[in-house]
């Protein structure tokens, strides 16, 4: 986008030597075209003000091109297609600019939003894990188990809504973008690499695997006879 400024800019500073009855006027366009072109080279700087702002600039000029078409036809033999050419080019690649940016501040708000989940994720387990203990302690602590489910069902609604979901794993094919393994039994009923048990959950945020699920996946004896030979 910044070239082709700047390549507009330069066509409009060499219309001025041949056209001193429009100097003035293309004078003033040229000074707001490096205007532009100085705002947009300091990305750092740009909010959405200061795109709207320059979205504005770029029709006004275009509205004074627009008036000037007769004039120009005259004089210039030509140029004036030149320019609104070039004009058209820079607002598509404005509105292009515009797109891009708006969805880096997306993917930017994404990442951190699945930071803070996968940060969350040991505090509901945790929970979990509390739950558990509770169920084996005793019989008066069937309060404290159905305070601390309750917490984690909230919890997990809450993670639900945000975008996290838990990988299915226990019973499906083993997938290696979803599953990692670290153990192996022989199991006969069950097709080979069938994820036999969860030794972790895994989750996913938005359909990206932010945490893979731990598994254990069933193998034919066979299989694991010779793995064991190998060792």
């Known amino acids: 986008m910044l070239s082709d400024l700047t390549e507009c800019s330069k066509t409009v500073e060499g219309a001025l030597g041949n056209l001193s009855g429009l100097k003035g006027e ?10 532009i072109h ?27 091109l627009a008036a000037k078409r007769k004039e120009l ?11 609104r050419s070039q004009l058209q080019y820079l607002r598509a690649d404005f509105e292009n600019y515009k797109r891009r940016a708006e969805k880096d501040k997306r993917d930017y708000a994404d990442f951190c939003i699945e930071c803070f989940l996968k ?4 505090v509901k387990e945790a929970l979990e894990a509390a739950i ?4 084996s302690a005793n019989e008066n602590s069937q309060a404290l188990v159905k305070g601390v489910e309750l917490t984690v069902k909230q919890l997990n609604e809450l993670l639900l809504r945000a975008g996290l979901e838990e990988i299915k794993a226990e019973g499906e094919q083993f997938d290696p973008y979803q ?14 690499n069938t994820v036999l048990e969860v030794l972790r959950k895994g989750y996913s945020f938005r359909g990206k695997v932010v945490r893979p699920a731990i598994v254990k996946l069933a193998v034919a004896k066979e299989a694991s006879n010779k793995e064991g030979a190998k060792r």
């Open 179 to 192: 599953h990692e393994v670290v153990a192996k039994e022989p199991d006969e009923a069950l097709p080979a």
């Open 26 to 35: 293309l004078n003033g366009m040229g000074k707001e075209l490096e205007r």
């Open 38 to 64: 100085e705002m947009l080279a300091d990305e750092a700087e740009l909010t959405e003000e200061k795109l709207d702002a320059i979205g504005d600039a770029v029709e006004i000029l275009e509205e004074e």
């Open 73 to 83: 036809a005259e004089r210039s033999q030509g140029k004036e297609e030149e320019y």
């Open 132 to 135: 558990g203990h509770a169920r």
């Open 119 to 122: 940060d969350l994720l040991p």
